[in-house]
């Protein structure tokens, strides 16, 4: 059954380094999304993407983030300066289309020391 | 802006039922509605798509009534592989469109 693969699982890393999360969507699918979890609390969207630009992202979502679909397979979320308040679990998840059932990957958990 | 869930916390017998209501300020277009278990990623349970659908798969169940701008999450005769946490997923337009969660109910199914 094809899934959402990311990587790595675990990134550790000192606070103002960049860092980039890597995600391999299902195949067939057209958007993608970036969300966060912080250690306890709920589910937060950070970003869409469809047609190799961003169609919807949240005030989280600042310019120290970005998203970049550098081949056909995979998707990245770059965080530019890593605060302390960027450690959490960050989700990539895939849908055929806008909205309609989206797959999740296992997560990345950042750690921002 | 974030949709509510009630209630924020249920714990359940094996066997027993359970209404998860999720509630939106904001005129909802589309309803989703997401498993987590602790540990591991979000997993999608349905879709609702407009106001007075139901839908169901296996013992899990939900509606969605757009006046009211909520939707629903009927749990049946719950199995302990039920417990986690239940999140309604729906888009907002506010000027611009974006997804977010409601706020979460965690369920526990006991023995």
């Known amino acids: 059954e094809p899934e959402v693969t990311q990587t790595p699982s675990h990134q550790v890393t000192q606070m103002g380094q960049e860092v980039i999360l890597r995600c391999v969507p299902i195949?067939?699918?057209?958007?993608f999304y970036w969300y966060r979890q912080i250690l306890g609390q709920k589910v937060e969207f950070l970003v869409s993407?469809?047609?190799?630009?961003?169609?919807?992202k949240s005030e989280i979502f600042d310019d120290q983030f970005s998203v970049e679909r550098p081949d056909g397979s995979n998707f990245t979320l770059k965080i530019r300066s890593t605060k302390l308040e960027d450690s959490a679990m960050y989700f990539c998840a895939s849908s055929e289309w806008g909205y309609n059932e989206q797959f999740f990957g296992p997560g990345t958990r950042l750690t921002v020391l | 802006q974030q949709p509510v869930q009630s209630p924020q916390a249920v714990i359940l017998r094996e066997g027993e039922d359970a209404v998860i209501n999720c509630s939106s300020s904001k005129a909802l277009y589309s309803v989703h509605w997401y498993r987590q278990k602790h540990g591991e990623a979000p997993v999608f349970l349905m879709i609702?798509?407009?106001?007075?659908e139901q839908k169901g798969h296996e013992k899990i169940s939900a509606s969605f009534n757009e006046k009211k701008q909520q939707s629903s999450l009927y749990l049946t005769a719950s199995q302990l592989s039920y417990s986690g946490t239940y999140f309604c997923g729906t888009g907002i337009f506010s000027g611009t469109y974006k997804y977010i969660f409601g706020t979460g109910t965690r369920l526990k199914v006991l023995a």
């Open positions: 609702l798509l407009k106001g007075g």
């Open positions: 993407f469809y047609n190799n630009e961003i169609s919807e």
């Open positions: 195949s067939n699918h057209l958007y």
